[in-house]
């Protein structure tokens, strides 16, 4: 399973006014846009979710978790995210039934993907879920990882890359959850880890443009879903160069 979404085009045609801010579906659906009688994925499924949620100066997402594993990359904006104080391009991931929050908007408001190897049927809030989040605890334990601001490069930075850079910016676990950043110049390709030692990777691309193989160029905000029954994946920068994050999911049993 490969999915690419193109920024342009997802923000361009599918970006959609909620009422609790907008929401762009880039890769899957959510609960936002699932038709009436509609039945969601099987939950023991691999089913990848991508979306941007944007939300205003002063706004406010109050403690809760999410019975899916979950990443969230902060792209615009900042603001606090818990305890965590959270700016572009901050990357913040959460194990299924881990609660996490207030995430509040600075004055600039705030804008994040949402990304899901999984399908979730959406938030629920502390403390009136509080008995469910005790009962899942038996079988997964809170986890979180954070890492960032990682400012995405400008045009002048990319166009002066002579070499491709790989950083691990939340270490690889034991169990596969991982992040990498990889800043690369143009035309230059990198390999990212094999997903079979995850649970599904999402590229995204920070600043400049990138291609999967026999793909078209993806512009900034542009992201990639790799499945872990896939091959090895690469990412070949543009003419100008590109700024990458690959996020793996952890490995999960599935009935």
């Not at 609960?31 to 205003?56: C, H, S, W």
């Not at 406010?60 to 594993?69: C, E, G, I, Q, R």
């Not at 690889?172 to 390999?191: I, S």
Request: aromatic fraction near 8%; charge should be negative.
């Amino acid at each position: 399973m490969l999915e690419t979404a193109d920024a342009s085009v997802q923000l361009a045609t599918r970006r959609r006014r909620t009422a609790n801010g907008w929401n762009t579906p880039f890769i899957g659906k959510n609960r936002n846009i699932l038709q009436e009688g509609e039945a969601p994925p099987p939950d023991n499924t691999v089913y990848p979710m991508a979306f941007l949620v944007e939300k205003d100066a002063g706004a406010v997402v109050h403690p809760h978790f999410h019975s899916a594993d979950q990443y969230q990359v902060v792209v615009q904006g900042g603001g606090s995210l818990g305890k965590h104080a959270i700016g572009t391009v901050a990357v913040h991931y959460t194990d299924a039934y881990s609660a996490y929050g207030p995430i509040i908007a600075n004055d600039r408001g705030v804008s994040w993907f949402t990304l899901r190897n999984t399908w979730d049927p959406g938030a629920r809030y502390m403390p009136a879920n509080r008995q469910i989040l005790r009962e899942a605890r038996a079988k997964i334990a809170h986890r979180e990882a954070t890492c960032g601001p990682l400012p995405a490069l400008s045009v002048a930075d990319l166009a002066a890359l002579k070499e491709i850079q790989t950083e691990a910016v939340i270490p690889e676990t034991e169990d596969g959850l991982g992040t990498w950043r990889y800043t690369v110049p143009a035309g230059g390709t990198v390999t990212g880890p094999a997903p079979a030692t995850g649970g599904g990777q999402f590229w995204l691309v920070s600043a400049g443009s990138a291609a999967v193989p026999g793909g078209e160029l993806l512009p900034p905000q542009s992201c990639v879903f790799v499945g872990p029954d896939e091959a090895v994946s690469t990412m070949t920068a543009g003419p100008g160069g590109a700024d990458l994050i690959c996020m793996q999911f952890p490995l999960r049993a599935r009935d």
